[in-house]
């Protein structure tokens, strides 16, 4: 926006045509992706030109990427498995991923899961109104880039046992399906607690940091049964499950004829 757009003469450059006719709506419209740097305040969720940008990004279908400081480097939020997550094999992709995103600040993310961006502000009120406007009459409103922003900040949050109420709602309303990766007591909480359901999860990994009880293996079958829209399923368990926790899960498996992947690592278990 700042290199693409002449930000002393924005209202010369593109008159009274709205931001469809900027150069920014060009560059985004040839652009494969986008990567968004965001500072410490996540003003990428509450400035307006900003919000034109995500919800240009969501409406194209491209790809988004966004970069932060981390200590004396930097960390990239991917919405999927990025190269450097796959290079040992795309079966520890989504694991790898998590691991990766976890330096990411959580608070930058708490501000991103609760995004609105019909309510971001601009230095200028009459951006701010052309903007709305073009975005509820041309690219079909905001809600769209509102569920792209909220999922991408949950996902991430879930992987690091955070998994709220308004983490849950926002993997829910996410309008293509979720990708979900957290612990088993994660889960399990955010089922009992907040209503989580699989039914459009795309990809969950679950890592246990120990055995996985046959409570735990229980709630992710009972989920499981309900994940019609699965592709893809990754269970993680270094100390075993027992045969009544892996017949839970086997049993919860047993319907999902969209699965492409089952990835399941559980020294000490029997499979046949």
């Avoid at 494969?32 to 965001?38: D, Y």
């Avoid at 969501?58 to 990025?82: D, W």
């Avoid at 993680?236 to 047993?254: F, H, M, R, V």
Wanted: glycine letters at 8%; hydrophobic letters at 45%; one cysteine or more.
């Amino acid at each position: 926006c700042a290199y693409a757009n002449n930000q002393s003469r924005v209202k010369d450059e593109i008159g009274d045509k709205g931001p469809l006719a900027s150069p920014f709506f060009t560059a985004l419209t040839l652009a494969k992706g986008a990567v968004l740097v965001v500072d410490e305040e996540a003003e990428v969720v509450s400035r307006m030109w900003c919000g034109f940008e995500n919800v240009v990004i969501a409406h194209k279908g491209k790809q988004i990427v966004l970069v932060t400081r981390s200590g004396a480097g930097a960390v990239a939020l991917t919405t999927e498995p990025a190269p450097v997550d796959v290079q040992h094999g795309a079966a520890v992709g989504a694991l790898l991923q998590a691991r990766r995103q976890k330096s990411y600040p959580q608070e930058s993310l708490r501000r991103m899961v609760m995004t609105a961006l019909q309510s971001a502000e601009t230095a200028v009120e009459s951006d701010r109104t052309m903007i709305k406007s073009t975005v509820q009459q041309e690219l079909g409103g905001f809600n769209l880039a509102n569920a792209q922003m909220r999922s991408i900040a949950a996902e991430n949050l879930a992987a690091r046992g955070v998994l709220g109420a308004s983490e849950v709602l926002a993997l829910l309303r996410k309008p293509q399906g979720f990708n979900l990766s957290c612990s088993p007591k994660t889960f399990q909480e955010a089922v009992g607690n907040f209503g989580l359901s699989l039914q459009r999860c795309r990809k969950f990994c679950v890592t246990a940091n120990e055995s996985l009880a046959d409570e735990g293996a229980a709630c992710i079958g009972d989920a499981l049964s309900d994940a019609s829209h699965l592709l893809r399923f990754e269970l993680i368990t270094p100390n075993g499950l027992s045969d009544t926790g892996l017949l839970a899960i086997a049993q919860g498996l047993g319907d999902l004829h969209q699965l492409e992947m089952l990835l399941l690592v559980a020294p000490g278990t029997n499979v046949t």
